[in-house]
């Protein structure tokens, strides 16, 4: 071999002692350490199984069909003899050890490990020509395997048979060769199904995800796991919950920029917060909307969104309205959730509500509008439309009554109805042709209320408990609220429902900020799952679980939320273009100051420009001009006014010395643009403020330095 250790350059940052153990990645350096008891082998071709090796030392334990490997465990002592008895087999085409990354949680645990394939990817030097390729590759023993669309002068190679080492070393030998911009091995780590909040309450919450279980029927939950995998939520969506108060100390609420704008109408302040008597109702529609992600407790359905609480008067007047829905456009609410309604039988809404509610639906998030949702209510009565009523109990209500929940019908409000654990009616649940669409929630409790003036009334018809689980969500701190401990199990009604539906729109709006409220409502409508309940309902014998023609169900709407499929479907359309305002202006700063960029200092440099206009964000460029010994040394970052910070650019420039780069992502013209899609969490904040580049230099030895960098912002 004629590319010996010692020329392998400490610009890379792996020095010769750790060839074998540190794996370079996407710019990133991980450092590996060897699992003691396994490797793993790749058979020849004509092996049809492994019990046809005919190894001696070894004990099988399963395949890796992906890249025809098969994984061996052995006694610590005999690993090394049993990976050199492998490579000494004729049946074998490849051996290697199985790492793991260093520092991960547990050894035992199959994610953690990472088996090596024997294939390396390099990315040459545009000046490279096939012959220097062929004489570099031969001196490692790799075969041309094949070349890796879009990406020029980049090839993905295989470790031959006669190879001395392992792909981890090559990769980072290869990595020492000034015609080789980047080196890196393909490893093989299992994957995790979908992302999975630390929140020690989380399994619990079998309304987000579940996989079956006591309870629970396959399909009840709203499938936001893989919703998570694509966003969590930004902190730039904001959701407003309307309700009675808000226990704003609760873990599950705290982070930086978690609370926007809080508003106490009942006593004219910003301390939305309950007393010792009250349950807090809004505390545990709040939870189940935007619970932060903390590791303890319970997690929201949009964790990451912001929440905005605002504590209501208690009575709906028409000035009480306008100023809620008021505040929530003001102060930049993105999702309005409202888990109540009026205690009326009939209750139309009057020309101000109607009008402060269509304000907030057209006029809120800069034209593009909030989107709102109401609850049914739980009377299981229609939410616009007559029942013959008998039974009641002092005969309350009697004959033909109609039915009205204005705010529910109003027309761009999203009504919620509620299913269960089962996938079926919740038997409490309101009806009727203006449901939008249904969330899971509990099901009905001994004796189904209704109240009204001051009364409760117990209706006819239900007199045991019916089965299906409670909803998990933050309760008052303490003694006070629904339990005793800083959580419930057991809240539900279409109030749990409906804040469900909200943290889905917020998800929605999170993976596209372009949408307009009647958009996400037909996401919502347009992916919901149908599910059919046709049973009787179990106190007015109706049958309604079905769908008619226009796909459309009176129990469920147009069905149950899956978070999931709304938010893929909302990002599709952010790539295919979604139509939205245009960009009014464009505003641009620059700064031209040129700054050494420190040598291995994690604390960088940082240049600024200052942005004065408040207009929200539409579109970003940031052009970026750096001189450099050694690019591939350098991260380089985007802060923003509010703190969040986006990586622009990582360790993957490799021995390039000039870098002019533009990162951009662009959604005000008709087709997206979006060469930096990481940019686009940075979409609809204010653009007043501090934007600052961040460079930093990782590796010691080259230096460079930052010429000047520019800001353009679509607003």
């Not at 992600?293 to 359905?301: L, Q, S, Y």
């Not at 799952?529 to 679980?545: N, S």
């Not at 599709?572 to 979604?578: A, E, P």
Request: aromatic content about 8%; overall charge neutral.
């Amino acid at each position: 071999m004629n590319l010996n250790q010692s020329n392998f350059s400490a610009s890379v940052g792996v020095p010769a002692n750790s060839l074998g153990i540190i794996l370079q990645r996407g710019g990133e350096e991980l450092i590996l350490e060897k699992v003691s008891d396994r490797f793993t082998v790749r058979p020849q071709q004509n092996l049809s199984s492994p019990g046809q090796l005919g190894l001696s030392i070894g004990k099988w334990q399963r395949s890796i069909p992906q890249a025809n490997l098969e994984v061996f465990t052995v006694e610590a002592s005999q690993l090394d003899a049993a990976i050199a008895n492998a490579r000494n087999s004729e049946n074998v085409a490849f051996a290697s050890h199985v790492y793991q990354i260093k520092n991960s949680n547990s050894q035992n645990s199959p994610s953690t490990f990472v088996h090596v394939d024997d294939q390396i990817t390099i990315q040459f030097a545009l000046g490279v020509d096939s012959g220097k390729i062929k004489t570099i590759t031969a001196a490692f023993s790799l075969v041309a395997d094949k070349p890796v669309v879009g990406l020029a002068n980049t090839f993905v190679f295989r470790v031959g048979k006669d190879a001395t080492e392992n792909p981890i070393k090559i990769a980072n030998r290869l990595q020492s060769q000034p015609e080789v911009l980047a080196a890196e091995p393909n490893i093989i780590i299992r994957a995790e199904p979908h992302y999975k909040p630390r929140d020690l309450l989380y399994p619990e919450q079998w309304y987000l995800n579940h996989n079956n279980g006591r309870e629970v029927a396959a399909g009840s939950h709203i499938s936001v796991e893989k919703a998570w995998d694509i966003t969590r939520g930004l902190r730039s969506v904001v959701v407003a919950v309307v309700d009675d108060s808000f226990d704003l100390n609760h873990p599950d609420f705290q982070g930086n920029g978690k609370i926007v704008a809080p508003l106490n109408l009942r006593d004219n302040n910003f301390l939305p917060l309950p007393n010792s008597t009250e349950t807090s109702h809004g505390t545990a529609c709040a939870g189940v909307a935007v619970a932060e992600e903390n590791g303890t407790g319970i997690a929201g359905v949009a964790p990451g969104c912001a929440l905005m609480p605002i504590r209501t008067t208690g009575d709906l007047d028409d000035e009480s309205i306008e100023k809620i829905f008021d505040w929530a456009v003001e102060k930049g609410a993105s999702v309005i959730s409202c888990s109540w309604g009026a205690a009326a039988v009939y209750f139309p809404l009057s020309i101000r509500q109607r009008a402060a509610i269509s304000r907030a639906a057209t006029q809120g998030r800069n034209g593009k509008g909030c989107v709102i949702l109401f609850a049914a209510g739980n009377a299981n009565r229609p939410i616009n439309g007559s029942v013959n009523e008998k039974n009641w109990v002092k005969n309350v209500l009697n004959g033909n009554t109609k039915w009205l929940s204005g705010f529910a019908v109003h027309p761009d409000a999203i009504a919620v109805s509620a299913s269960t654990s089962f996938g079926k009616k919740a038997a409490y649940s309101n009806w009727g042709t203006n449901i939008s669409v249904c969330a899971p929630s509990n099901n009905a409790p001994p004796g189904m209320w209704f109240q009204t003036t001051g009364y409760i009334y117990t209706q006819p018809g239900i007199a045991v408990s019916l089965p299906g689980l409670g909803v998990l969500t933050a309760d008052q701190l303490g003694a006070a609220g629904y339990d005793k401990e800083d959580f419930t199990r057991d809240f539900g009604g279409t109030s749990s429902a409906t804040p469900v539906v909200a943290g889905v729109a917020a998800l929605v709006l999170s993976a596209n900020p372009d949408l307009t409220a009647p958009q996400v409502r037909k996401i919502l409508q347009d992916t919901a799952d149908k599910i059919v309940d046709t049973e009787p309902d179990p106190q007015l014998g109706m049958r309604a679980g079905t769908y008619d023609n226009s796909g459309h169900s009176q129990w469920f709407g147009y069905g149950k939320v899956n978070a999931f499929k709304a938010v893929q479907a909302a990002q599709q359309l952010r790539v295919t273009g979604v139509t939205g305002a245009v960009a009014a202006k464009e505003i641009i700063g620059r700064n031209n100051n040129k700054l050494a960029i420190p040598d291995n200092d994690r604390q960088g440099i940082r240049s600024i420009n200052i942005i004065t206009e408040t207009s929200l964000v539409r579109d970003i460029q940031v052009t970026v001009s750096i001189t450099h010994d050694f690019l591939g040394d350098l991260e380089i970052y985007l802060i923003a006014p509010n703190n969040q910070t986006c990586l622009l650019q990582s360790r993957t420039l490799g021995r390039r010395q000039e870098l002019q780069q533009t990162y951009e992502v662009r959604y005000s013209v008709g087709v997206a643009t979006r060469s930096h899609p990481i940019l686009s969490q940075l979409l609809n904040i204010p653009a007043r403020g501090r934007w600052t580049l961040w460079v930093i230099d990782y590796v010691e030895q080259d230096k460079g330095t930052l010429n000047s960098w520019e800001l353009k912002l679509g607003i």
